[in-house]
């Protein structure tokens, strides 16, 4: 049988068996809310705080009553960048964030300069690393919010978050920041941060997918984006989701225990995946930062050919990733992280993005090693952008 | 998402490659959108005698290369001149709507082509 590499973490991680194991009870037999008084309803929210206090203890924040259960990440951004923005209106109507951010950041504060909010993107270094005296310069008297994103899904970067945090509180703003792809894969502590926000997605450390949280400093202004029950404390309306906020809290109590073995782990498969691919492979590069960047993230580009072609290659094989090319996305345009380090339109169109799981072993690795010089040889051939001396 | 002519002709594209003194030359497309593609024709008696391509894109922009080759080999160069962006999607069992637009440039490129063969005849008469 064909050998079956996932390698598309960042897109799509499997759930845990604890986790399914944990949740089980709370979809039939458990089926309370929160918010009735009787047994079944005591149970349920039990469960939550349990689920909460987690949460609370993988991140180090200092209370319960910091931490809201969202629907996911995306909304978790959409709360912070909104419910700051409006909340804070008597102060000022500029938010600083930068090039880079998820689509869930960047559209939102689209949205908003559309109300008449001001919006500043600071630019990133080819490294993906975020121009520190640009961020500074950025913000105003009237900046209310400054988000930026702990680490970069699609490069892998990780930001100076605590430095950030630093500047961001000397001109008293909040710092929110998207730790969607980094929490359950590196150690982050919001107090040492400086984080006043920050975005959490359950799938991400191995939870169920549609929820999330949003982690709210005691003090920070913030006001809703959805009215209805009053649940969350006021901040977000709807039934709890009982089921997948208990995955969500034991995805975290896991991540708590086992996030630095295995961080190593993937950093050491990482690495070997890094160097197999650009070692073989003549004009390959790495795209993002490479040290400081996610222990599951390689992201490689190859020149002269396009990403689509590369995954329809690659699944014919077995292996599956992710492209930053605009073949692959809906908008048709190349990822804007990969433009914003300075590739061209071509480069971008050529990255290939490998995000590592539990799953992964060094053989895993080495399949992808071993079967990748030899599709991008034939697509080169295909190409008419190929020069000379690379061609067959 | 891709039917499986069309990843057939992903796999085992036909008449891959370049003609060195190709009779014409059409490039459409442009590295930036992800899409290049180059058409090369030798015509004999006015019919299509070879046809070749090199493709840089997606699994969509491959296939539609390929198939415009087999669409237009043998076919005299007004036939081929009807061959239309509808013909090379239909015979690939279909593409997926955002790839009609974009990828789909193999018909542009053979037409390029053969104007390209066309004034250059003319010019050398």
Redesign the interface.
């Known amino acids: 049988m064909m050998r079956r590499v996932y390698m598309d973490h960042a897109a799509g991680k499997p759930v845990d068996q604890r986790v399914l194991e944990a949740m089980n009870p709370f979809f039939s037999e458990q089926c309370g809310n929160p918010s009735s008084l009787h047994s079944w309803g005591n149970n349920a929210r039990k469960a939550m705080e349990d689920a909460r206090a987690k949460i609370v203890s993988l991140v180090g924040a200092k209370r319960a009553e910091e931490v809201f259960f969202t629907s996911g990440g995306t909304e978790s951004n959409n709360l912070a960048i909104k419910g700051v923005a409006y909340r804070n209106k008597d102060k000022g109507n500029h938010i600083v964030t930068t090039a880079i951010e998820h689509m869930s950041v960047m559209n939102p504060c689209k949205a908003l300069m559309k109300e008449g909010f001001d919006v500043t993107f600071v630019p990133v270094d080819k490294y993906g690393t975020v121009d520190v005296p640009s961020l500074v310069k950025a913000i105003t008297d009237k900046t209310t919010l400054v988000s930026v994103m702990y680490a970069n899904g699609e490069m892998g970067t990780i930001q100076p978050i605590r430095e950030i945090g630093d500047i961001t509180h000397r001109k008293h703003a909040f710092l929110h920041v998207d730790a969607v792809a980094a929490v359950g894969q590196i150690p982050i502590n919001v107090e040492n941060e400086n984080i006043d926000l920050m975005s959490i997605s359950s799938n991400d450390m191995y939870g169920p997918r549609g929820v999330g949280a949003l982690y709210v400093k005691t003090g920070t202004r913030i006001q809703p984006i959805i009215q209805g029950g009053g649940q969350e404390r006021g901040l977000r309306s709807g039934t709890e989701n009982i089921p997948s906020i208990v995955g969500m809290g034991k995805a975290a109590e896991i991540a708590q225990t086992e996030t630095k073995v295995e961080a190593n782990r993937l950093t050491l498969l990482r690495d070997r995946l890094i160097n197999g691919l650009t070692e073989n492979i003549a004009s390959s590069f790495l795209n993002g930062h490479p040290t400081q960047r996610l222990p599951n993230n390689a992201s490689v580009r190859f020149s002269?050919?396009?990403g689509?072609?590369l995954i329809?290659s690659l699944d014919?094989l077995g292996v599956a990733c992710s492209s930053g090319?605009?073949?692959?996305s809906?908008t048709?345009e190349?990822s804007h992280v990969l433009l914003a380090i300075g590739l061209?339109?071509?480069e971008a169109?050529g990255s290939l993005l490998f995000t590592l799981g539990k799953q992964n072993t060094e053989e895993d690795v080495d399949y992808v090693v071993k079967a990748l010089p030899d599709i991008v040889k034939r697509l080169r051939?295909?190409?008419?952008?190929t020069p000379k001396e690379l061609r067959p | 998402m891709?039917t499986d002519k069309v990843?057939e002709h992903?796999?085992n594209?036909k008449n891959?490659g370049e003609i060195p003194n190709a009779d014409g030359v059409g490039?459409v497309g442009n590295?930036?959108?992800?899409?290049?593609?180059?058409i090369y024709i030798k015509v004999k008696d006015n019919r299509l005698e070879d046809i070749k391509f090199?493709?840089?894109?997606?699994?969509?922009?491959?296939a539609t290369s390929s198939m415009i080759t087999e669409l237009a080999r043998g076919k005299t160069l007004e036939e081929a001149m009807k061959i239309s962006r509808g013909d090379v999607a239909d015979n690939l069992g279909g593409l997926p709507p955002?790839?009609m637009h974009?990828?789909n440039l193999a018909a542009d490129g053979l037409h390029a082509a053969i104007q390209d063969y066309l004034k250059k005849k003319g010019a050398n008469k």
């Open positions: 002269y050919i396009e689509e072609s329809l014919m090319s605009a073949c692959t809906k048709l190349p061209r339109h071509e169109h051939a295909i190409s008419p952008l | 891709y990843m992903f796999k594209p891959m490039t590295p930036v959108c992800g899409d290049l593609m180059t090199k493709t840089f894109g997606c699994g969509a922009a491959i955002i790839k974009c990828s």
